[in-house]
């Protein structure tokens, strides 16, 4: 099986079914992620409400099979004069809004659903950007070697100096001067084509969903240029080492160029630990986008650090506010993870497949 | 040098090779004042190689084969010298000229693990040479596209050197050393080469597959007419398949010629000790004495100045002055080569002895130090002005002076093999060793020529330059002090 | 070729009660060892039923190529085979007039004159024979040193190690050895209490002089990476020597030197062994070593000793078509064949389950007969001939084409993995 360049073996394939058979975290781990990306890809048709519509009488509403006491106060005529009553109510939870509202009536459920697809895109587009520039100056480095290698990993030492979450804030203020428009609003084709809309109606379920989401394209930026030095580590450790084996030396005495040499044997044969890597980077960047949210950087309301934020008021209250969206933040990160443990048991080289005294 | 008796021209021809790595060279180095040092890997060496046949290259670890064999196809920048590949510079080759030149010559390396990419089909690992050369270059005629004509290549030459063709999309993990050395070969034919270093080919192979192997290749040579250069350090390999053989030690070719030749008639002190020590797979061997050459390697950070195997040599030349057994020679310059150049010191002489007899109640002795340092380089049964040089050296030593006692020896022992470096000399069959080169260091010395050094009888000489020899003039302006010049030639009138 | 009719199988080959024949001077004799290796592709049979002695004084070697178990074999003596290897049978019967007399009352079975079979000692006992009894020397001694203390102190642990045994063997057959976690703590904190001593140090540079390495007082305090490759090796031998071993166990032991620091070593092991009156078990591929070093030899191919005898049995009257295969395939360094005569086909798989029950060699063997479809015992390879054995049809009949296996007999049932 190949992609591009990466021919993937049989072998490799075999590994990971085995290591998927054998270790039950592996399974727990796929099927989180599997739920998150589904999730994320599905909003619109499954999620009960839309995340924007605001409700202000049904703010805060529990989570099923919860109940929340709230201290109202009402004006009122009392034998002709105005008093103002306060009683504690019982809120009930509803099965229209499965884990509550926030403060502003939206259903939660949904915020997270969709919440999903910013981590997930921010995730995705980030580790892509963060690694298709550090392996590039990674295998450059190691390849190379002498000042190129230097320069390049001063570069990124310098880079690595700074905390992750100080550099990514200093950098979207240095982003958003330039562009006022900080976010993109890409429609949503399950929602324009109407899919989604026949769906719920058909299901029951409350039109109209959002037609356009924000990706928030400085974020995604932000933080590729943050991370991609974790990748030039890995990719130039990778690339010191293949450069010494004798297929290496055979290319070069075949005549290949050093781009050749580069993308058809340092590349493949350094993919395993970027992968994994990517993996691990997947979770990170879901947590500094998260953590960028919180903040109130990142250009979209519509995250899971964003209602973090909006809960943080009601800890003591109405917890599931902030509660539902970082529990949602734990078991994506957790779940990438243990992707990321059977990716790295799995394909490990350690493993050979031959035994032989 | 010169042509082959054929009167052919080299295919290929080495000149004044050298490779050298330095360290201590990066700009922190410099800033900080310290002197560059030099590995020298390849220190100077003189090859060809005719067309058709196969020359081997053989030295033990360090001597530098590996490295001459890949920087003589410029996988490595030489420090200096010349390649010449049917005459044209290979140093100088710009980089069309070079994308030539490396389909006319390739490589097969030792390691039938490391030497293909784990992550490719053996179907591509052959065919690869031909995609970077564009190859074909053109559409061939029967309708196959150009893939599908690579690929029919490929699948002839995995038949041709012994595997199946419909193998050709399994990974390399899935075979044997063995067949992924055939691999390897397959690989190195791909292009049509005419030219091939094949370094250390079968030493990663049982004995059983070295054999096929070995077979595969001279059937392939003969078919192909290809020329081999062919690295081993495996001598019975060697005698096996080379038509010449070049021997190398520490970063120099020491001796060259026909294989017969050099297996048969050594001429240089290594290739005998190098013969001498190889088992023999035969009954006979058990019984055999076999004396091997004492110590190790020299560093190439530092060889050993004039001849490099100086060091280790047991026939190594005395100074005209000096006539004593050979052994004791041998034994006064280990002593001065662990003073001068391996940082010997009295005071390690002094551990051992407190050591050996008992720890803190031990009470310095010179006696006791000169008898030790006597009996482990060998120095008994000196008499005369030698014996006496000796051992004011020795007491020196014993009262911490090193350096002193390093320079007393010199002055008296300084060999010509030090001081003057050998240079490969004859025709056919050429040796670097001031023995076979120069008739003066011939041992037959009349007793009146040895002037006051009393030693004992004349020592065991080398054997005298065999009949027929040419051996060139290394002296022209006749300036070495020999002494005697009418030092007799005549094996008959050896005085041993 | 003398006439093979009246070739006998050779006794000795089940479990009978007491040791195996043999001759009055032996000091090990093996019987039937069998080391699996139980993975998770399967199990590996890597050593299978070898037998084969020792004499007190002789070098005796084991010669294979790689997969034919020689390794394990030699592990397997010393008792030092790890899960998922394990021996599942065999006796590894040991000359030790103490010993026997020690366990002559607790474990009958297992004694028989002066000799004692190991295998049936407790763990403990077998594990304090290593060192006085049985030493080890291994291929690569740069490996097997360990970088981060200096060679003197390995060395002098050694040393102390068979002292400590010597004055209490009671104490170091139990599982601490007399040095457990209590021990390490107190000698690391207090001062001046190290395993080591003083006088197992001076024992160390003395066993360094012994084995020539030259200025051995200071080589003592440097580390194995100062020292050269041959250097190395004589100091592994040094320690192996350390607890005046009766059999010394040499696997590869100049298979990584250059030829003339090989030929230093290889005198440096007869002379100790002279010396010293050290048997040793030489294991090799390098029939030039077996030759130079070896009295007595076994060849071994796919875990089980196809023929052994002494150095002219092997070597000038070969049986088994593998040895002589082996011989016809070296290039003589003396005298140049035209062409080499090489094996065909590929190492077989050590896979219990791909193993047949026939002799192992049937399927690259130039004179594979009907006969050879069953397993082989071990014959003498003349008749009455009490060193040259071996595990061949051809020690009983002569070859006829007659009775000659086709040569793609095998091909069916082989995977597609061979060549030619």
């Known amino acids: ?357 | 040098m010169s042509e082959s008796a054929a009167g052919e021209e080299p295919l290929l021809e080495v000149r004044d090779l050298r490779k050298y790595y330095f360290e201590n060279d990066s700009l922190f180095d410099r800033l900080l004042r310290r002197e560059p040092t030099s590995v020298k890997a390849v220190d100077g060496v003189d090859l060809e190689v005719y067309p058709g046949e196969t020359l081997g290259v053989v030295g033990e670890s360090g001597c530098g084969k590996s490295t001459t064999g890949e920087t003589l196809l410029r996988l490595r920048e030489a420090t200096d010298g010349t390649v010449r590949f049917d005459g044209e510079d290979v140093m100088e080759m710009s980089g069309s000229e070079l994308t030539r030149f490396r389909k006319r010559a390739g490589i097969v390396f030792q390691d039938p693990f490391s030497s293909l990419d784990p992550r490719m089909t053996v179907g591509d690992i052959v065919g690869e040479g031909l995609k970077i050369h564009g190859m074909p270059e053109e559409s061939p005629e029967d309708g196959r596209s150009k893939r599908e004509w690579r690929r029919d290549r490929a699948m002839e030459l995995l038949e041709r050197v012994g595997l199946s063709a419909d193998q050709i999309d399994r990974y390399p993990h899935e075979f044997s050393g063995g067949q992924r050395q055939r691999v390897g070969i397959a690989r190195a034919l791909a292009l049509d080469p005419e030219f091939i270093v094949l370094d250390e080919p079968v030493s990663a192979l049982d004995v059983s597959v070295q054999a096929q192997i070995l077979n595969l290749l001279e059937d392939l040579q003969e078919e192909f007419g290809l020329t081999y250069l062919f690295i081993a350090h495996d001598l019975s390999v060697v005698r096996h398949i080379c038509d010449r053989v070049a021997v190398m030690y520490l970063g120099e070719v020491v001796e060259t010629g026909p294989t017969d030749d050099i297996f048969e008639s050594p001429k240089h002190p290594y290739t005998e000790a190098l013969l001498e020590s190889v088992p023999r797979a035969s009954v006979d061997e058990q019984g055999r004495r076999v004396d091997p050459l004492p110590g190790d390697v020299p560093s190439p950070r530092n060889p050993p100045s004039g001849c490099h195997f100086r060091t280790r040599c047991p026939e190594v030349i005395q100074p005209a002055t000096v006539d004593i057994p050979q052994e004791q020679y041998r034994g006064v310059m280990n002593l001065r080569d662990r003073l001068e150049r391996q940082g010997f010191t009295a005071e390690s002489v002094w551990d051992t002895l407190e050591s050996e007899h008992g720890g803190d109640d031990f009470e310095r002795d010179t006696v006791v130090f000169k008898e030790s340092l006597r009996e482990e380089f060998d120095l008994a049964g000196l008499s005369g002005a030698t014996m006496d040089t000796v051992e004011d050296a020795l007491e020196i030593l014993a009262n911490g002076r090193e350096d002193e006692a390093a320079e007393r020896l010199r002055e008296a022992f300084a060999s010509p093999c030090e001081e003057e470096e050998p240079v490969l000399t004859g025709d056919e069959h050429a040796a670097s060793c001031h023995l076979f080169a120069d008739e003066e260091y011939d041992r037959d010395l009349d007793p009146e020529d040895v002037g006051s050094a009393m030693g004992g009888m004349g020592g065991p000489g080398p054997s005298p330059p065999v009949d027929g020899d040419v051996v060139d003039d290394l002296d022209p302006d006749g300036s070495d002090d020999a002494v005697g010049t009418d030092a007799g030639t005549d094996s008959d009138t050896d005085a041993r | 070729m003398s006439e093979r009719t009246a070739a006998t199988e050779r006794a000795g080959t089940s479990t009978e009660d007491g040791a195996p024949e043999g001759h009055p001077d032996d000091v090990l004799r093996v019987r039937n060892l069998s080391t699996r290796f139980f993975t998770e592709e399967g199990q590996i049979n890597a050593v299978e039923s070898v037998d084969f002695t020792v004499r007190d004084g002789e070098v005796f070697g084991i010669v294979g190529e790689s997969g034919s178990g020689k390794s394990v074999a030699a592990l397997s003596l010393i008792d030092l085979v790890d899960s998922p290897g394990r021996i599942t049978s065999g006796e590894v019967w040991y000359r030790d007039a103490d010993l026997a007399d020690e366990f002559r009352d607790d474990v009958p079975e297992a004694v028989d004159g002066d000799l004692v079979d190991t295998r049936r000692l407790p763990e403990g006992v077998r594990r304090a024979l290593r060192g006085p009894a049985f030493s080890m020397v291994f291929q690569d001694p740069m490996s097997s040193l360990n970088p981060s203390i200096t060679v003197g102190e390995q060395i002098a642990e050694a040393v102390e190690v068979q002292r400590r045994a010597r004055a209490n063997p009671r104490r170091t057959r139990s599982r601490t050895q007399g040095y457990g976690m209590g021990r390490l703590i107190a000698d690391t904190l207090l001062p001046n209490r190290g395993y080591t001593s003083e006088a197992s140090m001076n024992r160390a540079i003395e066993l360094l002089e012994q084995v020539g390495i030259p200025d051995p007082a200071e080589r003592a305090h440097e580390y194995p990476h100062q020292f050269s490759g041959g250097m190395l090796q004589r100091a592994m031998i040094a320690q192996a020597l350390a607890g005046e071993p009766d059999v010394l166990v040499a696997d590869e032991p100049t298979t990584a030197l250059d030829v003339t620091i090989q030929a230093q070593i290889l005198n440096l092991l007869r002379d100790l062994q002279e010396e010293q009156d050290t048997s040793v078990v030489m294991i090799t591929h390098d029939l030039g070593v077996i030759a130079r070093m070896c009295n007595r030899v076994g060849v071994m191919y796919a875990g089980q000793i196809v023929e052994r005898g002494t150095l002219s049995d092997v070597f000038d009257s070969p049986v088994h078509p593998y040895t002589e295969g082996l011989i016809g395939s070296i290039p003589d360094l003396d005298d140049p064949a035209p062409r080499l005569r090489p094996i065909e086909g590929n190492v077989p798989s050590l896979l219990d389950e791909e193993m047949g029950g026939r002799c192992f060699f049937a399927d690259r063997c130039p004179k594979a007969m009907s006969d050879c479809l069953q397993p082989i015992p071990e014959y003498d390879a003349e008749p009455g001939s009490d060193e040259h054995a071996v595990r061949c049809v051809l020690a009983r009949r002569e070859h006829s084409e007659a009775d000659a296996l086709p040569s793609d007999h095998f091909d069916r049932n082989e995977e597609v993995r061979g060549d030619e």
Do not use: C
């Open chain 1, 1 to 357: 099986m190949k992609i591009g360049p990466i021919s993937i073996s049989p072998r490799t394939i075999r590994n990971l079914r085995k290591e998927f058979r054998s270790s039950g975290l592996a399974r727990i781990g796929v099927v989180l992620v599997v739920v998150i990306v589904l999730a994320a890809a599905f909003a619109p048709m499954i999620a009960p409400q839309n995340p924007r519509t605001q409700d202000l009488d049904r703010a805060q509403l529990p989570p099923l099979g919860f109940t929340d006491t709230e201290q109202q106060t009402r004006t009122e005529m009392v034998n002709g004069s105005v008093e103002t009553v306060t009683e504690n109510v019982t809120v009930n939870a509803t099965a229209q809004h499965p884990l509550g509202t926030n403060s502003l009536g939206q259903d939660i459920l949904s915020r997270v659903i969709y919440g999903a697809r910013t981590s997930l895109l921010v995730g995705l587009f980030g580790t892509v950007l963060a690694a298709l520039l550090g392996v590039t100056v990674g295998l450059t480095a190691g390849y190379y070697r002498g000042r190129v290698d230097d320069a390049l990993m001063r570069t990124a030492d310098v880079s690595l100096a700074f905390p992750s979450l100080v550099l990514a804030i200093a950098l979207i203020g240095l982003f958003s001067r330039f562009q006022a428009d900080v976010a993109v609003a890409i429609t949503d084709p399950l929602v324009t084509t109407g899919v989604a809309g026949s769906f719920r109606d058909a299901v029951g379920l409350p039109t109209p969903m959002p037609e356009t989401f924000v990706l928030p394209t400085v974020v995604i930026l932000v933080v590729g240029f943050v991370n991609w030095v974790w990748f030039a580590r890995i990719a130039r450790g990778e690339a010191l080492s293949v450069r010494e084996e004798e297929y290496v030396k055979a290319a070069r005495a075949l005549g290949a160029s050093d781009v050749r040499i580069v993308f058809r044997h340092v590349l493949p044969n350094s993919i395993t630990p970027i992968l994994v890597l990517a993996t691990i980077q997947v979770a990170a960047i879901i947590l500094l986008e998260s953590s960028l949210s919180f903040l109130g950087f990142s250009g979209t309301t519509l995250s899971w650090g964003f209602d973090i934020a909006q809960g943080r008021d009601y800890l003591s209250s109405s917890w599931w506010i902030a509660t539902m969206p970082g529990l949602a933040i734990v078991l994506s990160v957790i779940g990438i993870n243990l992707v990321g443990d059977w990716l790295r048991d799995a394909l490990d080289p350690g493993i050979e497949g031959e035994g032989g005294m």
